[in-house]
Structure formats: structure tokens, C-alpha cells
Antibody, heavy 122, light 109 residues
């Protein structure tokens, strides 16, 4: 079964750092883009960025460039999303998702992780 | 920045046809995708490449494209189709900025 399993919910304070993970299984992890999507409470989906684990080619939405870092470790089939200094406005559900492999970096996502809720509060 | 525009809400009675639109200047040149999201769940891909349906998605879901607008059509709407629906596409300027539409809440009356 193709699946993405994300790390658990996090509660952090403003200014703290955080790295959340997304582990793929059941498919060739290096051959499909993995994207990250933010959903703030009660709001819509926001495309943050995407990485190709095979060569670590990474693209960011202008809205998130410089705010987060996307990385991957293909040896353990895991992608990451990290912050160096969290803000209260980073409070959201974060989803990782696997591309269909048809188009490229702007591809659709056919498999989604269960989501990681990040709460940033003093 | 590139934007995709969806109506905030659409309401239909069971058995009727629901049409949800998504407008964007680059849609004639870029594929559009549609997702269904139910409360507390991750999104599910229901249409890709404008009109293709992934395996396991009911035939009542279809997609079409005309100029700068793409449309998700749900024929014979069922109560279980009540959800938020999002379109996704990219701009065509070369930066490949990928965006989601703002989402449409489908209410089954």
C-alpha cells in the first residue's frame, strides 16, 4: 500500500525551531515529488513547496520562500519541513503529499499524509 | 501573484447536478486538478489533468475546461459528497507558481 506517514502533533513556543517529517512507503520514494501544504484553522489549502527526493531539487511558493526549509533523506524515504523560528501565525495543519508523477513540480497530489498539527503559543 | 477563483459555496439537492467553477488566467495552458476535503480529513484527489478521474473515484465526478475556467461537475449528488472542494493549478510565467483556489463548500440540502 502506498502511504505517507507524518510525525505527530507539536506544541511549541514562539521563536523555537521545529522539524516535522513525512515517511513514504509502498512506492519508489526517489521518483516522485513530495509537496507540503498548509491549512490554517478554518481556512483553505496553501501550496508551500515541493522536493524531488531523487536529486533534492526543491521549489518554494514565493509566500513561503525563506520562511521554511524543505528537505529529504532518500536513504530513509523521509521528507522534512522545518522552521528556524516559529511564529504564532505558523499554527496550522501541515500535510505532505506525493505527486502523481505525470507532470512534474506542478503536479497533482494523489497520496496525502494524515497531517501534522503545529500549535505555536506562548 | 497568481490566483485561482472559486465560488465560496454551492448548494444542491440530492440527485441534482453540482457544478463548481475555478477561474485563472493560465488555465488554458496549465492542467487543473480537483480535491475533495471532508471535515477532519486530508484532501482526496478527484480529478487530474483537467478531466481525468483517478481509480476509485465515482463516475459521477467529472471535469471540463473552457478557456480560463475549469469546472468540476458532480452528477446525481449524494449526501456523502458534501465537502469542501479545491482546484489546483500553476501559472504559466515560467516561475511555475503553484496555487490552490480558495475552496468551495458544497452543501447537499
Amino acid at each position: 500500500e502506498v502511504q505517507l506517514v507524518q510525525s505527530g502533533a507539536e506544541v511549541k513556543k514562539p521563536g523555537e525551531s521545529l522539524k516535522i517529517s513525512c515517511k513514504g512507503s509502498g512506492y519508489s520514494f526517489t521518483n516522485y515529488w513530495i509537496g507540503w501544504v498548509r491549512q490554517m484553522p478554518g481556512k483553505g489549502l496553501e501550496w508551500m513547496g515541493i522536493i524531488y527526493p531523487g536529486d533534492s531539487d526543491t521549489r518554494y511558493s514565493p509566500s513561503f520562500q525563506g520562511q521554511v526549509t524543505i528537505s529529504a533523506d532518500k536513504s530513509i524515504s523521509t521528507a522534512y519541513l522545518q522552521w528556524s523560528s516559529l511564529k504564532a501565525s505558523d499554527t496550522a495543519m501541515y500535510y505532505c503529499a506525493k505527486s502523481t508523477g505525470i507532470v512534474g513540480a506542478s503536479d497533482a497530489f494523489d497520496i496525502w499524509g494524515q497531517g501534522t498539527m503545529v500549535t505555536v503559543s506562548s | 501573484s497568481y490566483e485561482l477563483t472559486q465560488p465560496p459555496s454551492v448548494s444542491v439537492s440530492p440527485g441534482q447536478t453540482a457544478r463548481i467553477t475555478c477561474s485563472g488566467d493560465a488555465l488554458p495552458k496549465q492542467y487543473a486538478y480537483w480535491y475533495q476535503q471532508k471535515p477532519g480529513q486530508a484532501p482526496v484527489l478527484v480529478i487530474y489533468k483537467d478531466s481525468e478521474r483517478p481509480s476509485g473515484i465515482p463516475e459521477r465526478f467529472s471535469g471540463s475546461s473552457s478557456g480560463t475556467t475549469v469546472t468540476l461537475t458532480i452528477s446525481g449528488v449524494q449526501a456523502e459528497d458534501e465537502a469542501d472542494y479545491y482546484c489546483q493549478s500553476a501559472d504559466s510565467s515560467g516561475t511555475y507558481q503553484v496555487v490552490f483556489g480558495g475552496g468551495t463548500k458544497l452543501t447537499v440540502l
